[in-house]
């Protein structure tokens, strides 16, 4: 057993190296999965935020595109005034 134990010894040390490198990447990956779902809540708080702004901006769109299908029966309208003068 001893004789093994000394004939792999450079893979005893090679894994316990790999091991220590094992552990400070789960805990780098720890940390970082720490910070990601702290951040979770403001990125919730940015979606909601973006998709209010989006509903706010495809209903003045859909006023704007109104307007612009009446476009002409408003200037129509409009000029009534200015034909009746003359």
Do not use: W
Not at 73 to 78: E, S, Y
């Amino acid at each position: 057993m001893q004789e093994v134990a000394v004939g792999k010894y450079r893979a005893f040390i090679d894994a316990a190296d790999a091991l220590i490198a094992i552990r400070e990447q789960v805990s780098s990956v720890d940390k970082h999965l720490e910070s990601t779902i702290n951040e979770i809540p403001k990125l919730t708080s940015g979606c909601t935020e973006f998709i209010d702004s989006a509903q706010q901006i495809l209903e003045k769109r859909k006023l704007n595109r109104t307007l612009l299908a009446n476009h002409s029966t408003l200037l129509d309208l409009l000029e009534i005034p200015q034909l009746m003068d003359t």
